[in-house]
């Protein structure tokens, strides 16, 4: 009865970024409590105390995950996983979690079991505590909702507006090997739909089908971060790609970034593989995304403390914002990267 | 490739709160912080200096909300609402809300923006902030989580486990609204399929409608209770019926419960539409969910204080455990409330 045929504007017109806008606009923070609301990895209130740190992600069936590849232990660890990373993208500490799930009768109590065991081995070895949350029926599928919330002193927290020219930019671990894995798991899917006899050829591959299915968030570098002292001037996890979330902190920060191709860091097995698919490996580690590392920008003053024994790469360095964000690619030529990110990246 | 058929177990067998069961059993809160997990209205924090409150709600289009019926800016302002509504049940107040959306591209941008305008509405209407969320695809339909965070004084917050013996049960405003605003609608809503000509009978039916489509939350209960230094002992909101959120509070304080029949408030309006549909309000008003209203319970002492110029009915008082939860109808006759709760007393 309510519906409106008429000026319709599609969703598909504004993309996710654009909603986001949508969202926000008009949106004012009345209470005094609220220190940052939407537009970073996490929401920060102030308690008096400390500050608590709290964040929201949903995992809807056919659109983040497919049930004949994902494993629900792992999956249930997953969704714990990526958002705990947006905690610690903020220097904080997570806590609780919340956990909200839909799921349609097609699941068994034994399904919901292993879903729930992912959930509760995630919690267990990032020290959180599952703390609520709510069940309810789907028409169609699979989807959960996790909130988690952390804490972290006042003076600790960091938000993606902080980064200042020179700042070196830096990067934890290795990039691009969540969308390999993807890239595998939905040809083995494939190969299986249309001959159920074949065995998936899956050998060798372990580490980038880890990072798809059951990636781990970076405690271990914010807390060896903080054990040297170095708090960074901005963070986010990568989650949307490399391209995609050194953008937002230079659009926070009104700053420009030169990265250099040759410092990405990419696993030999991602590199390997990407190279199966002819994928270009840099491609996948600016546009794949999932791969739930640390990017941040640090003091250049603070170099020598990051410099050894950190899983962290320093990939360039923070320029004008008038110098737009580039790639110094292997041959020496600079590309300024696009907004698009991702789609416009993998079909260059 | 991962899908057992074997043992499996359905999870209609188990209904919503065994599911509950399955999943906090082995749960066991590590972090000192977490002073109460699974099992209450919301979660409980110790921030240091006050405790903050955290809850987490899914509605799913199909199961908590028809379209057809359901303007979009209801819906939004609803989905806030039910959420504030557990905070307050905790007798604290909410700052904070996060919104996570799914959405399918059936769904325009004028949708998303009619959708945000009754939740930005409930958040002004409630003082509580917007202050992130997330938003993604879905493969049909709409679904929408909501995260409320709220703060309270430690010595004030009040759980369900609280109620003694001799205490009064006591409720805000009146019940079985909601369910019958659900049957008009879906009544009238059978009539417009078979012929769309036809138009709705909702005239003089605008309380329990609103009842249904756009609940308030009794923060003004709260406060009330707060500024006449009443402490409930026990609360709980009326989102399942009276009769199994009674249940809720008797078992997590191990008391019994005797409630009147003809003390259970119900709205004139409620109770003609109820006839209309041969159904007993009373039943209504016990299984019917989804009112919102506070049912909590408060020491004989503090009968004088609320006697007067509050929202609030006096429906009986807790007994031992071993008496059992039971309801004394008009005709003094006492019969013993099952666990079922909805089902059963509708088919009774």
Redesign the interface.
């Given at each position: 009865?309510?519906?409106?045929k008429e000026?319709?504007?599609?969703?598909?017109?504004?993309g996710?970024f654009g909603?986001?806008d949508?969202?926000s606009k008009?949106?004012e923070?009345?209470?005094k409590?609220?220190i940052?609301?939407?537009g970073d990895d996490?929401?920060v209130?102030d308690?008096?105390?400390?500050f608590?740190i709290?964040?929201?992600?949903?995992l809807?069936?056919?659109?983040?995950f497919d049930?004949?590849?994902?494993?629900?232990k792992h999956l249930g660890y997953k969704s714990i996983v990526v958002n705990l990373s947006d905690i610690y993208a903020m220097n904080a500490t997570p806590?609780?979690v919340?956990v909200?799930?839909?799921?349609s009768?097609r699941?068994?109590?034994?399904?919901?079991?292993e879903l729930?065991s992912g959930i509760?081995l995630a919690c267990e070895r990032y020290?959180?505590?599952?703390?609520?949350?709510?069940?309810?029926?789907?028409?169609?599928?699979l989807?959960i909702?996790v909130?988690a919330?952390g804490?972290a002193d006042k003076d600790q927290i960091v938000y993606r507006n902080g980064a200042k020219e020179h700042d070196l930019i830096c990067v934890s671990g290795d990039l691009g090997g969540a969308y390999i894995g993807l890239q595998l798991l939905e040809r083995e899917k494939k190969v299986?739909l249309e001959n159920p006899k074949i065995q998936?050829e899956l050998e060798g591959s372990d580490y980038i089908l880890e990072r798809q299915l059951k990636p781990e968030a970076r405690k271990d570098i914010v807390e060896k971060l903080h054990e040297r002292s170095i708090k960074p001037t901005a963070m986010i996890d990568v989650s949307d790609g490399l391209s995609s979330d050194l953008m937002h902190i230079c659009r926070q920060s009104n700053v420009g970034a030169d990265i250099y191709e040759d410092k990405i860091p990419i696993d030999p097995q991602t590199d390997e593989r990407a190279r199966e698919f002819n994928l270009d490996p840099t491609v996948c580690a600016l546009s794949g995304g999932e791969d739930y590392e640390l990017l941040f920008t640090i003091r250049q003053s603070d170099y020598e403390k990051i410099r050894e024994h950190l899983d962290v790469s320093i990939i360039g360095h923070i320029t004008p914002e008038s110098s737009g964000i580039n790639l110094i690619d292997k041959s020496g030529t600079s590309v300024k990267m696009t907004a698009q990110g991702w789609d416009a990246l993998l079909n260059k």
């Open positions: 009865m309510f519906e409106n000026g319709r504007t599609e969703l598909g017109s504004l996710e909603l986001i949508l969202i008009s949106v923070l009345k209470n409590e609220t940052k609301g939407i996490a929401a209130i308690n008096g105390n400390q608590t709290a964040t929201t992600d949903m809807v069936e056919g659109v983040h049930l004949t590849f994902q494993p629900l806590k609780q919340l909200s799930i839909a799921l009768n699941f068994s109590v034994e399904a919901v079991e729930y509760k020290g959180v505590d599952l703390a609520g949350g709510d069940t309810t029926s789907s028409t169609s599928g989807i909702c909130t919330i804490t299986f998936p």
